[in-house]
């Protein structure tokens, strides 16, 4: 009887071969999983940042409404939303009975800014001629 030492060799190989394949397909199947959830925190994160700057911008045109002479550079401008979430009313500008607001938030890595024209009537009725989100 004669030994053939490749009878081994071969069955090895065929292991480590398909080990290493399989777990390839783990591997990816893992990290797909992974990305597809990046992408959902983020656009939750890009969402509620627009919202946050929209009720930012809600709050600032509040404001305006109870005192038109209102201005963001004398107080930090920083509003806080809830724990967790907060916004800053960057400008708000007011000359002539017409006024702009600027505001923005942050969530995450995502930044929302709104910006709002108007004008204001001595009644303080606010009539808005212009709401651009970016």
Same mark, same amino acid.
């Given at each position: 009887?004669?030994?053939?030492?490749?009878?081994?060799?071969?069955?090895?190989?065929?292991?480590?071969?398909?080990? &290493?394949?399989?777990?390839?397909? /783990?591997?990816? /199947?893992? !990290?797909?999983?992974? @990305?597809? &959830?990046?992408?959902?925190?983020n656009l939750e994160? @890009?969402?509620?940042?627009?919202?946050?700057?929209?009720?930012?911008?809600?709050i600032a045109l509040?404001?305006?409404?109870?005192?038109?002479?209102?201005?963001?550079?004398?107080?930090?401008?920083?509003?806080?939303?809830?724990?967790?979430?907060?916004?800053?009313? !960057? !400008?708000?500008?007011? !000359?002539?009975?017409? &006024?702009?607001? +600027?505001?923005?938030?942050m969530v995450g890595?995502?930044?929302? @800014?709104?910006?709002? +024209?108007?004008?204001?009537?001595?009644?303080?009725?606010?009539?808005?001629?212009?709401?651009?989100?970016?």
């Amino acid at each position: 009887m004669t030994a053939t030492p490749l009878r081994g060799y071969i069955a090895l190989t065929s292991t480590l071969v398909i080990s &290493f394949i399989l777990m390839t397909f /783990a591997v990816l /199947a893992g !990290e797909s999983g992974f @990305r597809a &959830f990046m992408n959902t925190l983020n656009l939750e994160n @890009r969402q509620t940042a627009a919202h946050t700057a929209r009720s930012c911008a809600s709050i600032a045109l509040l404001l305006i409404a109870q005192d038109s002479s209102y201005d963001s550079r004398e107080g930090n401008g920083e509003v806080q939303l809830t724990e967790d979430l907060k916004c800053v009313i !960057e !400008e708000v500008h007011e !000359e002539n009975g017409n &006024f702009l607001v +600027e505001t923005s938030s942050m969530v995450g890595t995502s930044v929302s @800014r709104v910006q709002v +024209e108007g004008v204001i009537s001595p009644s303080s009725t606010i009539s808005i001629t212009k709401w651009v989100s970016f």
